[in-house]
């Protein structure tokens, strides 16, 4: 009877053995997959948003930015009728834009 029982553990154990080895070829398997595949497809680049006061003055600064030159957009357009002077005033805002904003925020670096 302890024979018996002696074989049957070992089959149980020869059966395990066997199992893991093939757990372990699959999960090689799928590393190298995962490998290759990590190397054919590029990660996005996470931007770190800057915390501090510095960054939210400086957030809040261009949003302020931003609001002013839509405002003046929609008045150039509201208020002359003529595409071609509301253009002449987009253009002239673009270039004026990076002056105004480092004379007004002192961005010279």
Known sequence: MSKERARRRAEREAERALAARRNEERQARAARRRAALGRLVPRPVRVARQGGLLARRQRAQNAAVALAFLIVQFLAWLLWGSPLLSFAVLV?????LPVLVTLAFDRRT
């Open 92 to 96: 002239f805002s673009l270039l004026l």
